[in-house]
């Protein structure tokens, strides 16, 4: 499964998902943009994006 985590959550989460492919935003490239464009970045390419951010 591709992850794709949030800016707001810490990096080490990574380790919490062997066998899954798991990239950060700042990873990306993808630090600092606002919600609908990000969404729409990672719907091409993640299954799963994980979040704190309460504001969606």
């Known amino acids: 499964m591709k992850i794709l985590l ?3 959550l810490p990096k ?3 380790d ?3 066998g899954h492919q798991v990239k950060t935003v700042p990873e990306m ?3 600092g943009k606002k ?3 990000l969404l ?3 719907e ?3 299954e799963v994006f994980m979040t ?3 504001n969606l």
């Open 29 to 31: 490239g993808w630090q």
């Open 52 to 54: 704190a951010d309460q």
């Open 16 to 18: 919490d998902f062997k």
């Open 44 to 46: 091409k390419q993640f």
């Open 6 to 8: 949030d800016e707001s």
């Open 35 to 37: 919600n609908g464009e």
């Open 40 to 42: 729409r970045l990672l």
């Open 12 to 14: 080490r989460l990574k």
